[in-house]
């Protein structure tokens, strides 16, 4: 496998970073933390009908542009870097997964084709308030009516849950255990009985939200993949959403780099720049060699994903435990290099510090995918 990215991937990172660096610039990111909706409508009309990067992984028949999930990755990286506020990881990287995955051909087609366009969200609710990342975590349940379902329970942090057009929701059939008797229901955000919450967070450029679920009632068409092997279905989504969230990851770790790198170049401390002690200079080389070993971790992980590989769980887990110590350690190295500022409200150190920390739990903190690569190991 060739470690490196196409012409057209370098060009598309490159146009993704002269766009973000304006529609997502430090100042129109701190707008949008200010809102309950958490992204600004203007931008992501743009970047979805213009740029089109919400049709860049959607078959052709659906209205998409059917690249690959390696095409995928430098977006993400850009998106990372800039820390962009919008809907596009919960929608692209979950929700329109799940259903290319599992979903009917009736299915995507009455789904897709907007997800493609932009003129619709989409989201997977799995976890719940305890946040365990295991199938005995789901506690929400469904019960036939007549030919259709009646979904009851609760979920939390559902990325984007409050203002997704559509829900995935997983539940499990009355008196089941384990991953037998999980299934996915496909559930309008205004479904009658669902009541959806914005959960304040202590990363404000990502929003998570509660969904309860009141007795609603959906048809059999609702039913994503194979009734009782949902979780299975729902296990393979999130694997390839961890390597979108690792991609992003390395993004961001690198915009932490070059924020500490151009800091140490212009803080003078003894008549001279900061950049030119050894510990300063150890301490950036340090965050370059974790940040180039992150990237090839994830952009393994990336070309498995789009090859349909068998090991793309142990791939994934990999990566997103590797990429969030990094992420994690570069945005507490790109503090301290940063001093008093870097504490201060108005530097946007903290921003990625809070991302780095809140995208370490997210889809499962390291210690949880590296205890699952050990046991696939047989250890």
Not at 63 to 82: C, Q, V
Not at 136 to 148: F, H, I, K, L
Not at 253 to 279: H, N, T, W
Request: aromatic content about 8%.
């Amino acid at each position: 496998m060739e470690f490196s990215f196409s012409e057209d991937q370098d060009e598309l990172r490159r146009a993704a970073r002269r766009f973000l660096e304006v529609a997502s610039s430090e100042e129109r990111v701190r707008a949008a933390m200010e809102t309950e909706q958490g992204y600004d409508s203007a931008t992501w009309e743009q970047l979805s009908e213009e740029l089109a990067w919400t049709a860049l992984t959607i078959p052709e028949e659906y209205g998409g542009l059917g690249m690959s999930y390696l095409d995928l990755h430098p977006l993400m990286e850009e998106m990372g870097r800039a820390l962009l506020c919008s809907p596009f990881f919960s929608t692209i990287c979950l929700g329109a997964n799940a259903l290319l995955l599992g979903g009917t051909d009736a299915q995507k087609e009455r789904y897709l084709p907007g997800i493609a366009a932009g003129e619709a969200t989409a989201t997977l609710a799995y976890t719940e308030k305890h946040g365990r990342m295991d199938a005995d975590g789901v506690e929400a349940t469904y019960s036939r009516n007549g030919s259709g379902y009646v979904l009851r329970g609760s979920k939390s942090y559902v990325l984007d849950g409050h203002t997704a057009d559509l829900l995935i929701i997983a539940a499990r059939s009355e008196n089941s255990k384990g991953e037998q008797g999980v299934s996915l229901f496909l559930v309008p955000g205004d479904a009658d009985g669902v009541e959806r919450a914005w959960l304040p967070t202590m990363d404000q450029t990502r929003r998570l939200a509660s969904v309860e679920l009141g007795d609603v009632v959906v048809p059999p068409d609702a039913l994503l993949g194979q009734e009782g092997r949902g979780w299975e279905l729902c296990e393979r989504t999130l694997d390839l959403a961890r390597i979108a969230l690792a991609a992003e990851q390395v993004g961001a770790a690198e915009m932490c780099l070059d924020l500490s790198v151009e800091y140490a170049k212009v803080r003078k401390q003894f008549g001279r720049p900061i950049g030119s002690f050894q510990a300063i200079k150890h301490t950036c080389a340090d965050m370059l060699m974790m940040v180039e070993s992150a990237r090839s971790a994830a952009f393994y992980a990336s070309a498995l994903a789009g090859q349909g590989d068998t090991d793309l769980q142990e791939a994934a887990s990999s990566a997103k435990a590797f990429c969030s110590d990094t992420f994690f350690h570069c945005a507490a190295e790109s503090i301290q290099i940063h001093g008093g500022i870097g504490f201060t409200w108005e530097h946007a150190a903290h921003m990625y510090f809070k991302r780095a920390k809140s995208t370490e739990a997210l889809f499962g903190d390291p210690s949880f995918h590296r205890e699952r690569v050990a046991k696939r190991m047989g250890l």
